[in-house]
């Protein structure tokens, strides 16, 4: 069974930093380009970032260039989100995501809550 299971979240003031972690079990976490969504209160989904199989070729929406790292460490079938300069329109709810062989979204995690206040 696929499990993808969130973990990282919580309160953080604006400026401030997480880092969020995704534990891939059930499937060959290697073979699989990841990515991260979130939700935020009010809105639709909106992807955040995305690396390859291997680590490489790490894509990032605009508005996370420069301020988000995505990264993943195969040996422990684990991905993760280092968020930094956090904006109170990043609070939202982070989902980790498998990419199927055709590159939809095949698996979802159960979330993680982020909130950036002041």
């Known amino acids: 069974e696929v499990q993808l299971v969130e973990s990282g979240g919580g309160l953080v003031q604006p400026g401030g930093s997480l880092r969020l972690s995704c534990a891939a079990s059930g499937f060959t976490f290697e073979d699989y380009r990841m990515s991260w969504v979130r939700q935020g209160p009010g809105k639709g989904l909106e992807w955040v970032s995305a690396?390859?199989?291997?680590?490489?070729?790490?894509y990032y929406a605009d508005s996370m260039k420069g301020r988000f790292t995505i990264s993943r460490d195969n040996a422990k079938n684990t991905l993760y989100l280092q968020m930094n300069s956090l904006k109170s329109d990043d609070t939202a709810v982070y989902y980790c995501?498998?990419?199927?062989?055709?590159?939809?979204?095949?698996?979802w995690g159960q979330g993680t809550q982020v909130t950036v206040f002041s």
């Open positions: 690396i390859a199989w291997n680590g490489g070729s790490p």
């Open positions: 995501v498998r990419e199927g062989g055709s590159g939809q979204f095949d698996y």
